[in-house]
């Protein structure tokens, strides 16, 4: 599984909308986009405050464990 896959999953998972979840990380809506179907990679911090948005590991998000 990839990242993107990860982070969208874990969105509809909370039942919050692309919008949103870019408004609490600080970035765009499309930029949100881009990461969740993997057209950009995703910087090392965002991936920090995503998984501590959610309340999981790096790891998981980057598909190390499940």
């Known amino acids: 599984m ?3 896959k990860r982070i969208k999953d ?3 998972e909370k039942k919050i909308n692309q919008e949103y979840l ?4 600080s970035v765009t ?3 949100l ?3 969740e179907t993997n057209v950009s990679q995703v ?7 995503i998984a501590k ?6 790891d998981y998000l ?3 464990e499940d």
């Not at 870019?22 to 990380?25: R, T, Y």
């Open 22 to 25: 870019a408004k609490e990380l």
């Open 10 to 12: 874990l969105r509809a």
């Open 62 to 64: 980057l598909g190390l």
């Open 43 to 49: 910087p090392n911090e965002l991936l920090v405050k």
């Open 53 to 58: 948005y959610f309340d999981v590991t790096t």
């Open 33 to 35: 986009a881009c990461y």
């Open 29 to 31: 809506r499309s930029t």
């Open 2 to 4: 990839n990242v993107g």
